[in-house]
């Protein structure tokens, strides 16, 4: 018995001792059932198998690698997929984010940004087996990224995107000379939280600036070091998730930890190329992301400037002095003249307006009713331009010229309620409707978002058109009816010198915004110019059409000048007495 014995604890010992040898001079020698060796110091779990330990690396040679169920990869998925919907409930609780100060928010949006960060790169590296992970629903998408092999193997650059975005990022900065476990990089999106934290918190905004989020927030975040430094700059890609009309320029910015919160900030982010719908950013570290867009505006030119303001100048003293002339001329006294007067009304109070107003932005009530009034004024001249086509085509059918004291009943119903109401109702309906668009930050006008100048455009561009088919029917009645020999000479005359006035005016008030509207292209300098010079003078056209190429009131003015004269001569003669003889000079 004791030779079978002694053979049996021999050969324990050698194999002991071998073992012993073996491990000394390469441990991976006894790397367990479905593990393979790491660098030659370490054994891990090969693809699709875990160590029953949990542990990714390890020297104990009995260590069991077990394959990984579907129980395993959805129990991950679940916890990853809770994360995203713990988040996507507190974007949606409003009591949380609304009537709150920029700064408390700000330091909500911070902590909670950090806090996904934290759990989605914990429940990564807590399944380094499963090396790619996405999940997402209707407010946040996550992909995630494992990398186990010290980036000796795969991919040297990583792709990771997220609905309509994606970050691209070095193999060797994910795994930050982490040789002693796996390393993980998440890149998440936000569908809605751009507005919470929108434009206003961007830290170089002004007041007059028009600046709007354009894509999704996005995070990018390394683990298990939280660092944010990179050796190689990450390069992101942004899907636009709106468009706005006018040159714009975007700005690649990020999300910067202050102590009152944080804001977005360009710092470390640069403008790699953008287009219509993608904007490509990159960054030398880490953090949230996005992109704003600025709607730049051209500078004035100072000549315009001065244009405007001599034009409209001149114009204000014109239009009352041609409104002065309408009230007070008897021998002008027309349905036309009443129509004249109150055309040049309303564009006096609203070149007034325009020019003592335009840019009293705050408050934003204020200006909303600036705004909101001169919308009214100009399409009031409209309008009553409007009546006056209406006018000269009627008086052309009848080929008589109305006076003011027998108006037509038809005129009379109408004029007042037409010229003053039907701009009413349209402002009161653009109002109602969208009143937050009156008003920009820079100046009180129609703001172009949601094409809302066209509740002024539409309106103009109708009446233009109307009046055009009038003038074009009054043409025509004109041909016609000079082939009669029974119509006056005058009359014929008279409608002639009320089509050339009127097709002057169309020209002056219709060309002038037709001019504003083609503004664009490389023509759009000229066009501003031709813009506010016919703009500028338009009280002088009218003055000069209706009062001074008017023999009447040409006349009217003389007498006027002779009145005034006439008292100076008698006053003279008086004071020299009827017997009296200028003094001799010696």
């Given at each position: ?79 990853l ?98 040789i ?62 709106k ?41 030398t570290?880490?953090?949230?992301f ?201 009359t ?11 097709t ?19 023509g ?12 500028s ?16 009131v ?14 100076e ?10 017997d ?7």
């Amino acid at each position: 018995m004791r030779g079978p014995l002694l053979l049996l604890g021999l050969c324990l010992l050698l194999r002991v001792s071998g073992v012993g040898a073996q491990k000394t001079k390469s441990p991976c020698l006894q790397c367990p059932l479905n593990a393979s060796c790491v660098n030659g110091t370490y054994c891990t779990c090969n693809p699709g198998y875990t160590s029953e330990s949990g542990q990714k690396f390890f020297t104990f040679p009995f260590e069991i690698c077990k394959e990984i169920t579907s129980s395993d990869t959805i129990k991950d998925k679940k916890e990853l997929q809770g994360i995203v919907e713990e988040f996507e409930s507190l974007l949606t609780n409003k009591t949380l984010w609304e009537m709150r100060e920029k700064r408390e928010i700000a330091s909500r949006v911070t902590s909670v940004l950090q806090e996904v960060e934290r759990n989605v790169l914990k429940t990564a590296l807590n399944s380094p087996e499963q090396k790619i992970q996405k999940v997402q629903n209707s407010a946040v998408a996550v992909e995630t990224r494992v990398v186990t092999d010290n980036c000796s193997e795969g991919e040297k650059i990583f792709n990771l995107g997220t609905q309509m975005n994606s970050v691209n990022i070095q193999c060797n900065d994910v795994v930050q000379g982490n040789i002693q476990g796996p390393s993980a990089v998440a890149f998440i999106s936000y569908s809605s939280l751009g507005n919470i934290i929108n434009a206003t918190f961007f830290e170089e905004m002004n007041e007059k600036d028009r600046v709007y989020l354009v894509s999704q927030v996005v995070s990018a975040a390394l683990g298990p070091k939280r660092n944010t430094s990179l050796s190689n700059p990450v390069t992101l890609c942004f899907q636009h998730v709106k468009m706005k009309p006018g040159s714009q320029k975007p700005f690649c910015v990020y999300w910067k930890t202050t102590e009152e919160g944080g804001h977005w900030s360009r710092d470390g982010c640069f403008l790699i190329r953008a287009n219509k719908s993608h904007t490509v950013c990159s960054s030398t570290h880490l953090s949230s992301f996005a992109v704003l867009m600025a709607l730049t505006l051209q500078e004035e030119d100072p000549v315009l400037t001065v244009i405007t303001y001599a034009g409209l100048s001149l114009s204000l003293l014109c239009l009352l002095l041609a409104a002065l002339t309408f009230l007070l001329c008897k021998a002008i006294q027309s349905t036309s003249t009443s129509l004249h007067l109150h055309l040049s009304l309303c564009l006096f109070l609203a070149h007034l307006l325009f020019l003592t107003a335009i840019d009293r932005t705050k408050p934003k009530v204020l200006c909303a009713i600036i705004a909101g009034a001169l919308h009214y004024l100009y399409l009031a001249s409209f309008t009553w331009m409007l009546l006056e086509g209406l006018h000269l085509f009627l008086t052309a059918r009848n080929l008589t010229v109305v006076n003011y004291s027998s108006m037509s009943s038809f005129m009379k119903w109408l004029v007042f309620p037409v010229g003053y109401g039907l701009p009413a109702v349209i402002v009161a309906i653009s109002a109602a409707s969208r009143p937050h668009l009156y008003g920009t930050p820079e100046r009180c006008w129609l703001n172009l978002d949601q094409g809302f100048i066209w509740g002024f455009l539409g309106p103009v561009c109708a009446i233009i058109s109307v009046n055009l088919v009038f003038f074009l029917l009054v043409l025509w009645i004109l041909k016609k009816k000079l082939s009669s020999l029974n119509t006056e000479v005058s009359t014929i005359q008279n409608i002639r010198m009320l089509t050339l006035k009127a097709t002057a005016q169309l020209f002056i008030l219709g060309c002038t915004w037709c001019l504003g509207i083609l503004q664009v292209g490389s023509g759009a300098q000229v066009m501003a110019y031709l813009f506010t010079i016919i703009n500028s003078f338009q009280g002088f056209f009218i003055f000069l059409v209706y009062c001074l190429l008017s023999q009447q009131v040409r006349k009217w003015f003389g007498e006027i000048m002779k009145s005034k004269s006439e008292p100076e001569t008698h006053t003279l003669s008086s004071r020299l007495g009827p017997d009296s003889k200028p003094s001799e000079v010696k």
